[in-house]
C-alpha cells in the first residue's frame, strides 16, 4: 500500500510521491521563542515526529529542518516587561524547548535555523521580489504586492475581493495607508526607537514574520520541498503568505504537499490564556503525566482532528499506558533489536501489515495503536504474573515465539515514538510507569529466591529456565552480574 497524505492544498487525500525517489524533504514551522511551549506545540510536533520516524521506517532519506522565530513583537515584548533583551529571552526559550522535546521522544530536527542568522537571505529574497515588481518599499517599510500574485488564496481558499468588501468603510490604521491593498504584508518594518534592527537597501529595521520561513525553507532545502508542516492556525495567512512571496521569487511551487494538524480545546473550550486554561508542556509533566502518556494520548485521536484535552480523558490514557509499558519492559528484557519480516511468523507478518497500512492512510495512528495493544496483550498478561511471582510465566516470557512478538512491539513502538518508563523517568503518581515492565520492583528475599531457583536451573543443565528467570528479573529492574566460582551478585537499575 502506498502512503497517502491529505494535502491542504488539493484539499484530496493524496498518494505520496517524493521530488527525488527515496528521499524526503521536510520544513515545519517552528516556535516563536518568547515563551514556554504549550500543548498545542506538544501535539503538533509530536505529530510531525510521528511522520518523519514513519517514513524513516518506511526506507526514506528524510532532511528535516524546523526554524526558531527568533525576531518578533511578542518577543520584544517579554523583553521589555523583563527588563532584559531579545537575545536573552530567545537563549532561554530555546534551551526550554529542547528540553521539553527530549522529554516527549521528539527527533532533534536535522537543522535547526534562526531568524536571526538567516538576515543575508531574507533580505536577498526581499531584493529579489521588489525588483520583479512583487513587492514595494513605503517609508523604510517593505510590503508584499498581494495583487501581483494571481494564486494568492489557493492555500486558505480566502477571495480578496471579498474580504475587501468585508474591510469596506474600516478606518485605515497608520501602516495600512502606507499600502497598495488592505492584504498586504510586510517583508521588511522599518526601525523604531528603542528596538534591535539590522541594516538593509531599504534602511534599518527587521524582516516580517512571513518572510522568515520562505528564506530558510530556501536557504536550507531550495526552491521546492516535498513537505511543509504546521498548525491548522498557520494556513491563514502564514502559510498563504509563503506560498505567494517564494512562488513570485522562484517561479516555482514551494511545496507539494501542505499537511496541518488541528487544535487543542480544552475541556471543550479552545486553550488561552485569557480562560485560564493555558497549560504548558513543562507544568503537565511536572505534575506527574508521564511523558510517554502526553505522547499516547495525542496518538488517539487522528492529527488532523481536533484533540481535547480533560483530566478524564489523561487518566484513561495513562491506565492504557501502564499496561503498554508494563509489555515494553518484558519485551525489551528479551530483545531490543529490529525485526526481519522475511523472518516473522504469518500473523506476526499480517500484525506488521496491518500497522503500516494504517499509517499508509493518512497516519492513521488510532488504528496503528490498535495494533501495538495487540501484540501486547500476552507480554502484559505475563508481566503481571510475573509480578505476583510465578515463576512459570518467566519460562513462558522466554520462548522464542514471544520474544519475536515483542521484538516487534518495541520495533513499532518505536515508530510511533513510545518507549519504556521507568519509575525515575516519571513521578510517582497513577499517570506515572512503575520499575521495569510497569509494576513494583521485587524485595530482596525474592531476588535472591530467584537467583537460587537459577542456579538449581543452571546445575540441572536446564538453561533455558536459567535464562528465563534472568530475563524475568530484568524486566524488573534487576541486573545479575555472574563471577567466578558461581556467585551470582545483582543491582537495581
Given at each position: 500500500m502506498?502512503?497517502k497524505l491529505?494535502?491542504?492544498l488539493t ?13 524526503v524533504?521536510?520544513?515545519?514551522c ?24 514513519y517514513l524513516i ?7 528535516f529542518v524546523?526554524?526558531?522565530?527568533d ?10 516587561e ?6 536573552a529571552?530567545s ?5 526550554a ?5 527530549a522529554r516527549?521522544?521528539?527527533l532533534?530536527p ?11 537571505a ?6 529579489e ?10 517609508d523604510?517599510d517593505?510590503?508584499f504586492?498581494?495583487?501581483?500574485h ?10 480578496l475581493?471579498?474580504q ?6 474600516r478606518?485605515?490604521s497608520?501602516?495600512?495607508a ?12 522599518g526601525s523604531?526607537p528603542?528596538e534591535?534592527?539590522?541594516?538593509s537597501?531599504?534602511?534599518?529595521g ?8 520562505s528564506?530558510?525553507?530556501r536557504e536550507e532545502?531550495?526552491?521546492?520541498i516535498?513537505?511543509?508542516l ?8 502564514h502559510h498563504e503568505n509563503e506560498i505567494?512571496q517564494?512562488e ?8 507539494r504537499y501542505?499537511l496541518?494538524n ?7 473550550q479552545?486553550m ?5 486554561n493555558?497549560t504548558?508542556?513543562r507544568?503537565?509533566?511536572d ?5 510517554m502518556?502526553?505522547r499516547?494520548?495525542?496518538l488517539q ?5 481536533p ?9 484513561a ?5 501502564k499496561?503498554?509499558n ?7 528484557s ?6 526481519d ?13 496491518r500497522?503500516?497500512?494504517a499509517?499508509?492512510d493518512?497516519?492513521?495512528t488510532?488504528a496503528a495503536l490498535?495494533?501495538?495493544?495487540e501484540?501486547?496483550?500476552?507480554l502484559?498478561?505475563?508481566?503481571n ?5 510465578d515463576?512459570?510465566?518467566a519460562a ?12 516487534l512491539?518495541l520495533e513499532?513502538a ?19 510507569s512503575?520499575s521495569?515492565?510497569?509494576?513494583a ?6 531476588i535472591e529466591a530467584q537467583i537460587t531457583?537459577?542456579?538449581?536451573a543452571?546445575a540441572?543443565k536446564?538453561?533455558a529456565?536459567a535464562d528465563a528467570?534472568r530475563?524475568a528479573l530484568?524486566?524488573q529492574?534487576?541486573e545479575?552480574?555472574d563471577k567466578?566460582g558461581?556467585?551470582t551478585e545483582?543491582?537495581?537499575s
Amino acid at each position: 500500500m502506498t502512503l497517502k497524505l491529505t494535502n491542504t492544498l488539493t484539499r484530496r487525500l493524496e498518494p505520496f510521491e517524493p521530488l527525488v525517489p527515496g528521499q524526503v524533504s521536510i520544513y515545519c514551522c517552528g516556535v516563536t521563542v518568547y515563551d514556554l511551549c504549550h500543548l498545542g506545540h506538544a501535539r503538533s510536533y509530536i505529530a510531525w515526529d510521528v511522520l518523519r520516524r514513519y517514513l524513516i521506517w518506511s526506507g526514506y532519506a528524510v532532511t528535516f529542518v524546523q526554524n526558531y522565530t527568533d525576531i518578533d513583537d511578542k518577543i520584544l515584548n517579554r523583553a521589555a516587561e523583563e527588563g532584559s533583551s531579545m537575545e536573552a529571552v530567545s537563549e532561554r526559550n530555546i534551551d526550554a524547548f529542547v528540553a521539553d522535546m527530549a522529554r516527549l521522544n521528539i527527533l532533534p530536527p536535522d537543522r535547526m535555523p534562526r531568524a536571526t542568522e538567516s538576515l543575508a537571505a531574507i533580505r536577498s529574497l526581499i531584493g529579489e521580489l521588489v525588483a520583479k515588481g512583487a513587492a514595494y518599499s513605503a517609508d523604510g517599510d517593505v510590503y508584499f504586492a498581494v495583487m501581483q500574485h494571481a494564486g494568492y488564496g489557493k492555500l486558505s481558499g480566502r477571495d480578496l475581493g471579498e474580504q475587501q468588501d468585508n474591510a469596506a468603510g474600516r478606518v485605515a490604521s497608520e501602516e495600512e495607508a502606507r499600502k497598495q491593498h488592505p492584504f498586504d504584508f510586510a517583508l521588511w518594518k522599518g526601525s523604531k526607537p528603542g528596538e534591535p534592527s539590522w541594516e538593509s537597501p531599504w534602511g534599518p529595521g527587521r524582516p516580517g514574520w512571513h518572510i522568515e520561513c520562505s528564506a530558510m525553507v530556501r536557504e536550507e532545502l531550495g526552491d521546492t520541498i516535498d513537505i511543509h508542516l504546521g498548525g491548522a492556525d498557520l494556513v491563514f495567512p502564514h502559510h498563504e503568505n509563503e506560498i505567494a512571496q517564494s512562488e513570485a521569487a522562484s517561479g516555482q511551487e514551494l511545496a507539494r504537499y501542505w499537511l496541518h494538524n488541528g487544535m487543542v480545546n480544552v475541556g471543550g473550550q479552545k486553550m488561552s490564556k485569557s480562560l485560564g486554561n493555558f497549560t504548558t508542556i513543562r507544568a503537565l509533566l511536572d505534575s506527574g503525566v508521564s511523558p510517554m502518556t502526553l505522547r499516547l494520548f495525542t496518538l488517539q485521536a487522528h492529527y488532523r482532528k481536533p484533540l481535547d484535552f480533560t483530566a478524564e480523558a489523561l487518566e484513561a490514557a495513562a491506565t492504557g499506558w501502564k499496561g503498554l509499558n508494563a509489555a515494553l519492559g518484558l519485551a525489551a528484557s528479551g530483545a531490543a533489536i529490529a525485526t526481519d519480516p522475511a523472518g516473522l511468523a504469518p500473523e506476526l507478518a499480517a500484525a506488521r501489515q496491518r500497522f503500516a497500512a494504517a499509517m499508509d492512510d493518512d497516519l492513521n495512528t488510532s488504528a496503528a495503536l490498535a495494533v501495538l495493544f495487540e501484540l501486547a496483550k500476552p507480554l502484559r498478561a505475563l508481566a503481571n504474573r510475573i509480578e505476583r511471582g510465578d515463576g512459570a510465566a518467566a519460562a513462558e516470557a522466554a520462548t522464542p515465539a514471544l520474544v519475536a512478538q515483542g521484538k516487534l512491539l518495541l520495533e513499532l513502538a518505536g515508530v510511533l515514538g513510545l518507549q519504556q518508563e521507568r519509575a525515575a523517568e516519571s513521578p510517582a503518581t497513577g499517570s506515572g510507569s512503575g520499575s521495569g515492565p510497569g509494576v513494583a520492583s521485587p524485595s530482596d528475599a525474592e531476588i535472591e529466591a530467584q537467583i537460587t531457583a537459577r542456579q538449581a536451573a543452571k546445575a540441572a543443565k536446564d538453561f533455558a529456565a536459567a535464562d528465563a528467570i534472568r530475563l524475568a528479573l530484568q524486566a524488573q529492574g534487576i541486573e545479575l552480574i555472574d563471577k567466578p566460582g558461581g556467585i551470582t551478585e545483582w543491582l537495581r537499575s
